[in-house]
Structures are given as structure tokens and as C-alpha cells.
């Protein structure tokens, strides 16, 4: 049960950073979802350093990697309004966006993940 209160209150964490930095990076006038888009980046540059420093320290299977990585990141990461917006861009219309916006998504988010491993 205290598993399961840990990923709630990470959760909980993690949607209020989320709905903060989502107020910093709103959409842009054109409709990008810049927002969106650094939340993801910046939730993958987490989650790979959070994986790491527990992979190289030990705590593969801590509470705490419990509580970071299932419920901050969880709770922060956006996949699911990613997925909308995409769709939105591409119902509006907005056919260039669309694709820089799934590409800029996915790039970064690795090469956030790449750059983390390759420094601890």
C-alpha cells in the first residue's frame, strides 16, 4: 500500500509541475504547442536521469525510484496531450507543424536521453 501512495503523491508532484510549466510555455500565437513539447523533452531528460544515477547507485528498485520516476515523471509527462494536439494540428489544417511537432517531440526527447547516459 505505501507503493501505492508513493507513485499518488509523485503523481500528484508531478501534474502540478506540469500545469507550471505548461503556464511558462503556452502555445505560441501560430498554435505550436511549445508547452507540450518542452514538457516532454524535459520529462524524458528526467526519467534518463533518474534511471541512470539509480542503475550506477543502486536503487533500481527503491521507493524513491518508485516515487521519481513512476510518479513525478508520470504525473509531469504528457503523452496523452501530445497525441491530441498532434491531431488537432492536424485536423486544423496545420500540416507543417503537425510533423515538426511529432519530429521535434521524438528528437529531442532521445537526444535529451542520449545526452544524460553519456554523462553519467
Not at 37 to 48: E, P, Q, R
Request: charge should be neutral; charged fraction near 10%; include cysteine.
Amino acid at each position: 500500500m505505501s507503493e501505492v501512495f508513493l507513485v499518488g503523491l509523485g503523481g500528484a508532484i508531478g501534474s502540478i509541475l506540469r500545469y507550471g510549466v505548461g503556464q511558462i510555455f503556452q502555445r505560441t500565437e501560430s498554435g505550436f504547442p511549445l508547452g507540450t513539447l518542452c514538457i516532454n523533452v524535459l520529462g524524458s531528460l528526467c526519467i534518463a536521469m533518474i534511471s541512470s544515477l539509480a542503475i550506477k547507485y543502486g536503487y533500481e528498485n527503491s521507493r524513491l525510484t518508485l516515487l521519481l520516476k513512476t510518479g513525478i515523471c508520470g504525473g509531469f509527462t504528457t503523452f496523452s496531450t501530445f497525441s491530441l494536439e498532434s491531431m488537432n494540428l492536424l485536423k486544423e489544417g496545420n500540416t507543417i507543424f503537425f510533423f515538426s511537432y511529432i519530429c521535434c517531440t521524438v528528437l529531442f526527447s532521445f537526444l535529451a536521453i542520449y545526452i544524460v547516459e553519456r554523462v553519467i
